[in-house]
Structure formats: structure tokens, C-alpha cells
């Protein structure tokens, strides 16, 4: 009985001391634990555009600005929650087929993000809208540019024939970056290498301003084979390789061919081995058709610029860097005449400066003769006598006068000049010091 007074005494107090427990607990929950708002930035080109397909059917495709801003998601959770939260946990999408009118340009299509664990009423995103437009999708195909871009193989050879399998691709995209589209180029690297090699190489797209596109844009391209297999072929460089030419037609009247030369006069390419073999047996030379070089009616020497394009042999190349061009010079003198090449160390030197040093430019020079009283072919060129005077010359580089004198019956058919530079004379002592 007295127990059952104790249960049933004082109950509205301890209905209040139960009451103010509960206050307490949720106090020091709500202290410990209170509701916050956090704001995590997204970056613009995250926020991925849905039912893309909404589009597909009239041939249009969704394309963003290369620098979309980025979007602001304000989520309203439990400070613990919010402590836990990264940008990782947040899905932003922009739903093309709540986009209210797909006319407007640019396209506003409405921006929602979530978040697992947090009610979509307590997250929000600024701005709410995502600004796209579309455009016309388009496909096209391209040649694929097999290259090695600037590696260099191994000493001694040269890349000689790359083939791309398949050839070509066709990429689909936008028809505003399908135009932009100058090639595609599959490079692989060569350096130190010597031996054939097949390799599959993932395709890098060029625009008409010899720049790469951006992974950016690169998202908006279909391409049906995004890898090729690339196989490069290596020849081996033949150095030395003499250059003769021909001409056609004949000088005027009193008029002869004295000499034809080239600039260069020898060459480097590479081959097969075939091709280098079968070249070997022709004297490593090339001859240069005179189809081009035209002395009909000529009282002068004459030059011509040449491509080699059509004189390289099958299989065989210029090496890296050389000129596709060489000058064709026809030397053409009066019928009796020739022109004779004299050692630059048979030029007599004199005046020399005692303090200077001096050095002819050249090894040689020409000399062109003309037999008045007497036979040409009895000429020789040590009949030729030549000097030149230093007198009053300091240190630099001179074009001096040539001396010239011949033997009686031949005459000299133009002045000579040849290029010496002085300088002072190095002291071997003064430098070891």
C-alpha cells in the first residue's frame, strides 16, 4: 500500500523532471550537432547535360562555352553531415528535356544537384539555369597523318616510309568543329631507332591553327577508330652521293660549253637497301635531265634552279633538312676558250704585313682564258701567273684584284677577284699567360 503511494505521489513533478530531461537531451544534441548551411563550389564544365538524346533526332547536338561558369550548391544539413561532405558527393545536372524552349540561343536548361543522405528541398544551386546552344551535328572523314614529329632516329638512318591502317577516319561532331579541323596526325617516337616498327597510336586531332583541340573539345567528337596502327619503315643514309646535269640547245654562234656544275655538287639521301645497291652500281650519281636548263641563243654563263623531286631513284629520299632545289651553272665561253681552276697557295702575296696574319677565303680561283695566237688545249695552268698586293690593308675581310699574266698568244677574258681575310697573329705564350 505505502509503495503504492510513493508511485502515484508528486506526479506532475515528475512528469516536469521527465519533460526537462528530454530539453536537455535535445539542448546538448542541437549544441553538439546543430543544422548549418554549407556552400561547395562546382566547376561549370563538371555539371553534366542529360537526355542529350532529346536532340538526337533532329540532327543537333549540345555544346557548352569552353569556360562554363562554375556553379554554386548550397546544402542546408547537420554540421556533422556538412564536415563529411565533398564536391565528389555532389551529382549537378542540367536536364535538356526541362529546358522550356530549345529555340533561344543560347538554351536555358535548369540546373539540379544532389546529394546522398540530403533531402533535394535543402539543397540549392546558383545559378539555376545552364546556358548551352545547339548545333547541326556533322561527319566528315580525314586522311590520318603518319608522322614522328621532331624525334630522330637512330645515327645514320632516316624514317623513310610511315603507312597509318586504317587510312582514314570519320568524326562525327559538331559542324562548327568539324570545320575547324585541319588533319589527323598519328606520331609516334623514333628517336634511336633503326629498325622497322608497328605500333598502335591513339590519333591527335589538329585544328587550322596548328593547335591541338583541348580535351574540351575533344569530348564533343565521335571519331570510329580513335587508334591506328602505324608501321615505320627505316632506310639507311648514303652520304656523298654526286649530282651531274645536262642541258639542252646550243650557245650563239662563236660560242661553247666550257664546264657544267651544281650547287651542291654531291648529296646525302636515304633507301632501301635495294636502292642504295642498285645506285652503287651507278657510280653513286644522280644525273639532273637538262629538259630544264635551256642555252639555246647563250653568250654567258647561266644558272638554273633544279627541283630533285623527279631525279631521286625509286625507294630513296633527301635526308632530313636538305634542299628539294640545286643550281644548275652552264659555263659558257668564246669557241677557243675555257676556264682553268688556280690553287689560292700559287697566287703570289705581295706587301704582306710583318705584324698581320692573312688567309685566302677560298682554295681557289677561276681563271678564264681565251687562245688568241695559239691552241687551247696546249694551255696549262701553270702557265698562269698570278699575284695580289696587300698594301696599306689592316685587319679585316678584302675583295682584292688579282694580277693575272699569260703567255704570249693568250689573253684573260675577265678580271679575277678573290676574298682574304687578315688578322692579327695569335702569341701562343701570351695566351698560356
Not at 191 to 214: A, C, F, H, P, Y
Amino acid at each position: 500500500m505505502n509503495n503504492n503511494r510513493k508511485l502515484t505521489a508528486n506526479i506532475p513533478l515528475k512528469i516536469m523532471s521527465i519533460l526537462v530531461g528530454i530539453l536537455v537531451w535535445l539542448l546538448v544534441v542541437n549544441v553538439d550537432n546543430p543544422i548549418k548551411t554549407r556552400t561547395i563550389i562546382i566547376p561549370g564544365e563538371n555539371v553534366e547535360v542529360i537526355n542529350k538524346a532529346y536532340v538526337d533526332s533532329d540532327n543537333k547536338m549540345v555544346m557548352q562555352d569552353d569556360n562554363p561558369d562554375p556553379v554554386r550548391v548550397s546544402v542546408t544539413a547537420e554540421r556533422k553531415t556538412l564536415a563529411r561532405l565533398t564536391a565528389s558527393d555532389i551529382s549537378v545536372v542540367a536536364d535538356l528535356q526541362q529546358a522550356g524552349n530549345l529555340d533561344t540561343k543560347p538554351v536555358m536548361v535548369p540546373i539540379a544537384a544532389s546529394c546522398s543522405g540530403v533531402s533535394a528541398d535543402n539543397i540549392k544551386v546558383t545559378p539555376q539555369y545552364l546556358e548551352v546552344r545547339l548545333e547541326e551535328k556533322a561527319s566528315q572523314d580525314f586522311l590520318v597523318n603518319a608522322n614522328y614529329g621532331t624525334s630522330t632516329p637512330g645515327k645514320g638512318y632516316e624514317v623513310g616510309a610511315q603507312t597509318a591502317s586504317p587510312e582514314k577516319v570519320r568524326i562525327t561532331g559538331p559542324k562548327s568543329l568539324i570545320n575547324k579541323i585541319d588533319k589527323v596526325n598519328a606520331t609516334v617516337n623514333v628517336d634511336g631507332k633503326t629498325k622497322d616498327v608497328t605500333e598502335d597510336v591513339n590519333l591527335q586531332i589538329i585544328d587550322k591553327n596548328q593547335d591541338s583541340l583541348t580535351d574540351g573539345k575533344m569530348a564533343y567528337l565521335t571519331i570510329d577508330n580513335p587508334k591506328v596502327t602505324v608501321t615505320t619503315k627505316f632506310w639507311k643514309i648514303r652520304t656523298g652521293v654526286k649530282l651531274r646535269a645536262g642541258y639542252t640547245g646550243e650557245a650563239a654562234d662563236g660560242y661553247q660549253v666550257d664546264s657544267v656544275t651544281t650547287v651542291p655538287d654531291t648529296i646525302s639521301i636515304a633507301g632501301t637497301d635495294e636502292a642504295l645497291e642498285k645506285l652503287r652500281l651507278e657510280d653513286n650519281t644522280l644525273w639532273i635531265s637538262g629538259d630544264g636548263v635551256d642555252i639555246s641563243g647563250e653568250k654567258g654563263d647561266m644558272e638554273k634552279k633544279v627541283s630533285l623531286k623527279d631525279v631521286l631513284p625509286e625507294d630513296t629520299k633527301l635526308t632530313s633538312g636538305a634542299s628539294e632545289d640545286v643550281l644548275v651553272r652552264v659555263s659558257i665561253l668564246p669557241v677557243g676558250s675555257r676556264t682553268f681552276s688556280l690553287p689560292a697557295n700559287e697566287i703570289e702575296v705581295d706587301n704582306k704585313p710583318s705584324d698581320l696574319q692573312f688567309a685566302f677565303d677560298t682554295d681557289s680561283i677561276s681563271v678564264k682564258v681565251k687562245a688568241v695566237d695559239g691552241d687551247i688545249d696546249e694551255f696549262d695552268v701553270s702557265d698562269i701567273k698570278a699575284s695580289i698586293d696587300l698594301d696599306g690593308k689592316t685587319e679585316g675581310s678584302y675583295e682584292v684584284p688579282v694580277t693575272v699574266k699569260l703567255p704570249k698568244g693568250y689573253e684573260l677574258l675577265e678580271d679575277v677577284t678573290t676574298d682574304v681575310t687578315i688578322s692579327e697573329i695569335s702569341n701562343v705564350e701570351d695566351n698560356n699567360g
